[in-house]
Every structure is written in structure tokens, then in C-alpha cells.
């Protein structure tokens, strides 16, 4: 039990690699609360989790309002997990201004909004998780998404660093994720399921699962991960090494 009794709030927790890592992270002990935008997965989750909130990331009201409920239920807040995010597809010529803004504004404003809510209670702590969900799509371009979602992972993980570099005095451990083709609901519509000439790309040769993903999750979550910060953890069977 890596996590016991650890307050956990994972963001995006209603299916793929969010419901993968809040499954992971309970059976190891934490505590675990879900923020999750699509109404439909809210019942379900309700069932498994005893947290789970309607939530639109990109909304500070909505963000603060909610982590200051929270808070007053916790009192604290040992691993945040910003996993909420939108993948579109598309060309350039075929990305409307208002596109552009909606993927930025989840997926990295979101996440910034969601790490400034909870950083100064875990300043106070003298201790916190952060895992941020990057993507190999913010280091090679867009695979399965178009280039506004690249250039939010980009932002995500530059962004992890910076806020490592400053709370790392404070024993906060900040890190992200950069998964590569995993299986998942949204990769399966985006790919149409063939995932074929993604394996032949991948020297392990075969795209990977949400908990796989949550396994590295649950790492850096945990003590184990204590003199790790700043980094960028791919989790892409090799498809890029660096």
C-alpha cells in the first residue's frame, strides 16, 4: 500500500489514463477524489469513488471553488494528478481561433489554474505529488492530434519544470507524463482502432494501456519517486529515446 490514506485528486478521471491511474492509486491505498467535465461518466464513478465532481478545468471559478471544498474537507492534498485534457484532430488550415483557444485553455490552462489551487497548501505541508500529463505528441508533433494539442503538451511539460524549479524548497515533487499511442477510448476513434502502422514505429512493437501508464503514475506518486522532480517520463515502448 504505496499510498495509504494519501489525498489524491486526479482531474480527467472519468475514463482512459485518468479512470486507469484513480484505479491504480486506490488500490494502493490513497484516497481519492475524481474532477471529471462529461456528465455521462459521472454516475458510474459516483459508484466507485466517493468524490467525484462535475468540473470544467478551464474555468478558475469553477477550479478554486471546488479545491477550496476540498481543502475544507481534507485539510490538505498529498498528490495532484492534472490528467484533464482534449485531443482534436486536424490540419492547420482547419483549426478555428476558438479551437485553438478551447485546447489550450484545458489543457494547459487548466492545469496551470489546478497546480495554483492546491501549491500553496502543499508549500504549508512542506510536502505534495504533482503529476502532469504531457504527451510524446509535445516532442515529436502531432501523431493521433493536431498541432494545437502538440503545442499544449509542450507547454505542459515546460511548465512542469518551472513550477519544480519553485517548489522543489518547499519538498514538493513536480513531474510529468509523456505517453505515447496508448489504447484508449479517444485513441480508438481517433485511429479508427487500427493501431498497425503505430506498432511498426515502436520497438516493443505494440502500443500501450492506460495501466501501464498509471503504473508510472503510481511511482511517481509514491515515496520512491521523493529525489525525482523536474523530469519528463516517457512511457512510449521507445518509440522516442531521450
Known amino acids: ?37 462529461n456528465p455521462d461518466l459521472l454516475p458510474a464513478l459516483s459508484d466507485e469513488f466517493p468524490l467525484v465532481s462535475q468540473m470544467d478545468v478551464s474555468q478558475a471559478d469553477q477550479v478554486h471553488q471546488a479545491a477550496a471544498e476540498l481543502l475544507e474537507r481534507w485539510g490538505g492534498l498529498d498528490i495532484l494528478v492534472n490528467n484533464a485534457g482534449i ?16 485546447v489550450l485553455a484545458v ?3 487548466g492545469t496551470f489554474l489546478c497546480s495554483q489551487a492546491f501549491a500553496k497548501v502543499m508549500r504549508q505541508q512542506g510536502a505534495g505529488k504533482i503529476i502532469n500529463q504531457g504527451s510524446i505528441a509535445g516532442k515529436l508533433g502531432g501523431i493521433l492530434s493536431g498541432a494545437h ?3 499544449s503538451k509542450a507547454a505542459v511539460m515546460c511548465f512542469t519544470k518551472s513550477l519544480a524549479r519553485e517548489l522543489a524548497p518547499y ?6 507524463l509523456a505517453p505515447g499511442v496508448i489504447v484508449t477510448p479517444l ?7 487500427d493501431f498497425k502502422a503505430y506498432e511498426a514505429a515502436i520497438p516493443l512493437g505494440r502500443v500501450g ?3 501501464q501508464v498509471a503504473a508510472v503514475a503510481v511511482f511517481l506518486a509514491s515515496e520512491e519517486s521523493s529525489y525525482l522532480t523536474g523530469e519528463i517520463i516517457d512511457v512510449n515502448g521507445g518509440q522516442l529515446m531521450d
Open 1 to 37: 500500500m504505496r499510498l495509504a490514506e494519501k489525498r489524491t485528486l486526479i482531474t480527467g478521471g472519468g475514463s482512459g489514463l485518468g479512470l486507469a491511474m484513480a484505479r491504480a492509486m486506490a488500490a494502493e491505498g490513497a484516497r481519492v477524489a475524481i474532477w471529471e467535465c
Open 87 to 102: 485531443c482534436p484532430t486536424g490540419s492547420i488550415e482547419q483549426i478555428r481561433e476558438q479551437d485553438w483557444d478551447r
Open 107 to 109: 489543457n494547459l490552462k
Open 149 to 151: 494539442y502538440s503545442a
Open 171 to 176: 519538498g514538493v515533487n513536480v513531474n510529468a
Open 187 to 193: 485513441s480508438k476513434t481517433l485511429s479508427g482502432g
Open 209 to 211: 494501456t492506460p495501466e
